[in-house]
């Protein structure tokens, strides 16, 4: 599991939450609430395995960000680019990283959350619903909110 | 499609080669191993906690019925010192 999904729900947190060494930490943690739910039977197969580990990435990086933000843990937009590098590509994704961490910063995590689900990872609305447990509805009041703020400020 | 769009897609492409570093996989299952360590121990203590009642009502029991054959065995031998008493 860890083989087949690893890289895109590690890609899925960078985009999250700005920087590899969170995600990484994030993606580890949730494969742990995985394992623990698996083994005590508590995953009820209702939504696809691939819907239910972005869901519990999804909580966990929420909850990451918002322990970051109660200055739980000093870090800063920076730390995209604080990792070592392991060649040519991936130092240019960091440098992107670093971009998307600045110009999404300001977003709060719901609708960071439903704008990177949609626009980067290419979930449908109703997949990002499913993912946020929340309705469709919602997912598209968060994203016009989101591209509101977003459009807002490049105004500025 | 909007400049906005345009961003997203363009970082949605330059962020496409992430992948997570070495050692990642290695790392993650030592966490799951750990984990499964951990809930193990926390599982045997709570089962011991749930059971120390029963345990205790049995070693009560126990130690009850150790009494009243006592008191039997005892009453039995002095019978018997009677019966060897007067025998004699």
Known sequence: LVELTGDALVRYAARL??????????VQESYVKAHRALTSGRFDGRASLKT???RIVTHTAIDHKRSRQRGERLATSDTALEVGFDGGAQAESYVAL?????????????????????????????????ILECSEGAVEQRLVRARAALRDRERV | MTDLDRRLSELRERT??????PGFRSRVLAAVAADTASVFGVELVRSAR??????????????????????TSSAGVAAIEETLVLSW
């Open chain 1, 98 to 130: 670093h971009e998307l961490e600045q110009w999404l910063t300001t977003l709060p995590v719901e609708q960071r959350s439903a704008l990177v689900l949609q626009s980067l990872e290419g979930f449908t609305n109703r997949e990002v619903a499913a």
């Open chain 2, 50 to 71: 749930r059971l120390a009642p029963f345990a205790i009502a049995l070693a009560l029991l126990a130690a009850g019925l150790a009494a009243r054959d006592e008191r």
């Open chain 2, 16 to 21: 496409a080669a992430l992948h997570a570093r």
């Open chain 1, 52 to 54: 239910w580990l972005y």
């Open chain 1, 17 to 26: 939450l700005g920087n590899m060494a969170d995600a990484e930490d994030v």
